[in-house]
Every structure is written in structure tokens, then in C-alpha cells.
């Protein structure tokens, strides 16, 4: 039965992967829901590391590219999502360091200018805060803000 079961979620886990760059976790985690014995789990997950379907450095470097791309995610935020996924700091270190430096400083300021045209009132006291924590949750390092919003004022 097992050797079955194995088969069985290998060809499921395969095509699972193939529809979409999935890491360790992403694939433990569809195994699970699906009732798969934890002994299974880890060889399906070891074959499919081996065949290439799982490689926790390319889901790295695709994560930390989509997210800052598409979904307009500092480092501390991206950061945060890969060590929940069960990436290591090791391995994200690398595709963390190439986001191009102008073009993260440039995410900041868009992103400070569209939320300002937003922000009501006349205190600017709450207007920084409002923006601040914006940038904040947006995950973008504080100095970085800061230097940005200085330049802004």
C-alpha cells in the first residue's frame, strides 16, 4: 500500500510543481491536506528534489523577484514571507541582495507620493505617521523612509 500511495502522490506532487514554482513547504503542506503519511511525505519530497521539481534557491530567487515586482514588497516584508515558507536566511541572502538599489529607492518614493495623494488632514504629524506606517507594512527598511521622506518635504 504504501509503495502505491508513494506512486500515487509522486505523480500529484509532480504535476502540482509543474503548474507553479513550489518550495519544501508548499509541497509538505499539499502532501498533508491530502491525508499523506509523513514517512511518504519526506520521500516524495526527497524524489522531487532530485527530479528537480523542488529547489528552495530557484523558489528564492522567484519569490523575492515576483513579490517586489508584482506585489511592491520591501525586504523586511519578502524577508519575513520566505522565513515562513521555510527558507533560510542562507538561502534568501543571495536574491535579497540583488534587488537593484535605484530601482528600490524609486519603489519607495511611488509608493510615498501615490500614498500621501491619499492621506487627509493637515497634521503633518499624522500624515508622516500615515505614511510611515504605510511604508512600514509595505515592509521597507525605516532609514530607508526616512532618507526618502526627507526628500519628498
Same mark, same amino acid.
Not at 505523480?11 to 509538505?28: F, G, L
Not at 499539499?30 to 534557491?57: C, G, P, R, T
Given at each position: 500500500?504504501?509503495? /502505491?500511495?508513494?506512486?500515487?502522490? *509522486?505523480?500529484?506532487?509532480?504535476? @502540482?510543481?509543474?503548474?507553479?514554482?513550489?518550495? /519544501?513547504?508548499?509541497?509538505?503542506?499539499?502532501?498533508? &491536506?491530502?491525508? $499523506? !503519511? %509523513?514517512? $511518504?511525505? /519526506?520521500?516524495?519530497?526527497?524524489? *522531487?528534489?532530485?527530479?528537480?521539481?523542488?529547489?528552495?534557491?530557484? @523558489? %528564492?530567487?522567484?519569490?523575492?523577484?515576483? #513579490?517586489?515586482?508584482?506585489?511592491?514588497?520591501?525586504? *523586511?516584508?519578502?524577508?519575513?514571507?520566505?522565513?515562513?515558507?521555510?527558507? +533560510? !536566511?542562507?538561502?534568501? #541572502? /543571495?536574491?535579497? +541582495?540583488?534587488? !537593484?538599489?535605484?530601482? @528600490?529607492?524609486?519603489?519607495?518614493?511611488?509608493?510615498? &507620493?501615490?500614498?500621501? =495623494?491619499?492621506?487627509?488632514?493637515?497634521?503633518? @504629524?499624522?500624515? =508622516? #505617521?500615515? $505614511?510611515?506606517?504605510?511604508?512600514?507594512?509595505?515592509?521597507?527598511?525605516?532609514? *530607508?523612509?526616512?532618507? $526618502?521622506?526627507?526628500?519628498?518635504?
Amino acid at each position: 500500500m504504501q509503495n /502505491e500511495d508513494f506512486e500515487k502522490y *509522486l505523480i500529484k506532487s509532480q504535476a @502540482y510543481c509543474s503548474r507553479a514554482e513550489k518550495c /519544501e513547504s508548499d509541497v509538505r503542506t499539499y502532501l498533508f &491536506k491530502q491525508h $499523506v !503519511d %509523513a514517512d $511518504v511525505v /519526506e520521500k516524495i519530497i526527497d524524489s *522531487l528534489k532530485e527530479d528537480k521539481f523542488v529547489d528552495n534557491d530557484r @523558489y %528564492a530567487r522567484a519569490f523575492v523577484s515576483d #513579490a517586489f515586482k508584482f506585489n511592491k514588497w520591501g525586504r *523586511l516584508k519578502i524577508r519575513q514571507a520566505l522565513l515562513a515558507k521555510g527558507i +533560510s !536566511d542562507k538561502i534568501m #541572502a /543571495e536574491p535579497l +541582495s540583488e534587488i !537593484d538599489e535605484s530601482a @528600490y529607492m524609486s519603489l519607495i518614493e511611488s509608493l510615498l &507620493k501615490s500614498k500621501l =495623494k491619499s492621506v487627509r488632514g493637515d497634521d503633518e @504629524y499624522k500624515i =508622516k #505617521a500615515s $505614511v510611515f506606517r504605510f511604508a512600514y507594512s509595505r515592509g521597507f527598511e525605516p532609514e *530607508l523612509v526616512e532618507k $526618502v521622506w526627507a526628500k519628498l518635504r
